[in-house]
């Protein structure tokens, strides 16, 4: 629990130092919380053979599976020799996909229901306990506020300006390849150097403060990162400039793939280039529009790299998301069973997202 018992600590610090909160108040409230840890005592209920019962069970969901495959399978010939080669052709990655995708799916729901001990890899079960806890926590309230946020906050901004990039690449600039390239770079390149450069422009000495005290502009003090109002602020804004590039790139083949006849029709009628782009341009880049949407909400809700990188959930937990609670819990206070709770919560979260918008724009469409 030590690791417990360290985050408190660092918390308290920064509300000392960074909030300006009375040193009593903070000594008192964390004092409670340590001796809440310390007095914790845990559930002796142990189950053995836990990985046999795993195994029959993953072998039960991967017998399902093939059953289903079988029924609604579409071969051409019915010969029994043409059905025998092709599950040995699929068999290699039936095989993959049971051991690295499906087996820790299955064991991964299954300690979400139980306090799942990672020395000894033996768990007791505890029901709903997990996910009780993890919906009335407030640091996992916080981390889904900040998710939404995140999501809020960059995917119309990245939307709007990967169109609009995508547009106007479309209708003919001067070195039109050369811009291509250099908006998509930031795809090809790690998130993670992304973010450690951030880090750097961000920094107290970096290029963006010493750009706005050339322009008299007040800049936040004592730095981006470290600032309780816009640490979540400025990483949105670097997750905006490096994923525009990807999005610009799918918006650039669904303006190519517009037949020009519908343009040459609305100019003979006497539309101009605004008319054209919202009456013709939008609703036929509608279908690539949601399937944007949708893969931006997803990858916002999934926000880790960048944050891991730059501010380790603070300044004040106040840039902590859902997955980088998941990786506190999971991989720093070891708590392998909240961890996947919190994992299938969010799965829950973004299914829902995800139907939301595809239901909305296609009621539109």
């Known amino acids: 629990e030590w690791f417990s018992v360290g985050k408190i600590l660092q918390e308290s610090i920064d509300r000392i130092i960074l909030q300006d909160d009375s040193v009593d108040q903070v000594l008192a409230t964390s004092s409670e919380k340590i001796n809440q840890i310390l007095n914790k005592t845990r559930d002796k209920g142990e189950v053995s053979d836990q990985k046999l019962t795993l195994?029959?069970?993953i072998a039960l969901a991967i017998s399902l599976v093939m059953v289903v495959l079988l029924k609604r399978r579409r071969i051409c010939s019915a010969d029994a020799s043409t059905d025998a080669s092709t599950w040995f052709f699929l068999s290699p990655w039936i095989l993959l996909f049971g051991v690295f995708s499906l087996y820790p799916l299955i064991y991964s729901l299954i300690i979400s229901f139980a306090d799942y001990n990672v020395l000894t890899s033996r768990f007791s079960f505890n029901g709903i306990e997990n996910y009780f806890k993890t919906v009335t926590d407030p640091e996992f309230l916080k981390a889904v506020g900040h998710t939404l946020l995140f999501a809020v906050g960059t995917i119309p901004f990245t939307l709007t300006i990967s169109l609009l990039l995508a547009a106007l690449i479309h209708e003919g600039v001067p070195c039109k390849s050369l811009f291509q390239a250099g908006f998509f770079l930031p795809v090809v390149t790690s998130i993670i150097?992304?973010?450690?450069?951030?880090?750097?422009?961000?920094?107290?000495?970096?290029?963006?403060?010493?750009l706005l005290g050339?322009?008299?502009i007040p800049r936040p003090e004592p730095a981006w990162l470290i600032n309780k109002r816009w640490a979540l602020i400025s990483i949105m804004a670097m997750a905006v400039w490096s994923s525009c590039g990807y999005f610009l790139i799918l918006f650039l083949?669904?303006?190519?793939?517009?037949?020009?006849?519908l343009y040459e029709a609305s100019r003979l009628d006497g539309a101009g280039a605004i008319q054209q782009f919202f009456r013709i341009t939008l609703p036929q880049l509608r279908p690539m529009m949601l399937f944007v949407v949708v893969i931006n909400t997803i990858n916002s809700l999934q926000v880790f790299p960048e944050i891991f990188t730059m501010t380790k959930g603070g300044p004040s937990r106040s840039t902590t998301?859902?997955?980088y609670h998941l990786y506190e819990k999971g991989f720093s206070e070891f708590q392998m069973g909240l961890a996947s709770a919190v994992a299938y919560l969010l799965a829950g979260i973004i299914c829902l997202f995800a139907l939301a918008q595809m239901k909305a724009l296609k009621e539109r469409e």
């Not at 150097?193 to 963006?208: D, N, W």
């Not at 083949?253 to 006849?261: G, M």
């Open 55 to 57: 195994w029959i069970f």
């Open 193 to 210: 150097v992304i973010a450690t450069l951030f880090t750097y422009f961000y920094s107290e000495s970096g290029f963006l403060n010493y």
């Open 214 to 216: 050339l322009m008299g």
């Open 253 to 261: 083949a669904a303006l190519q793939s517009i037949p020009r006849e």
């Open 321 to 323: 998301t859902i997955v």
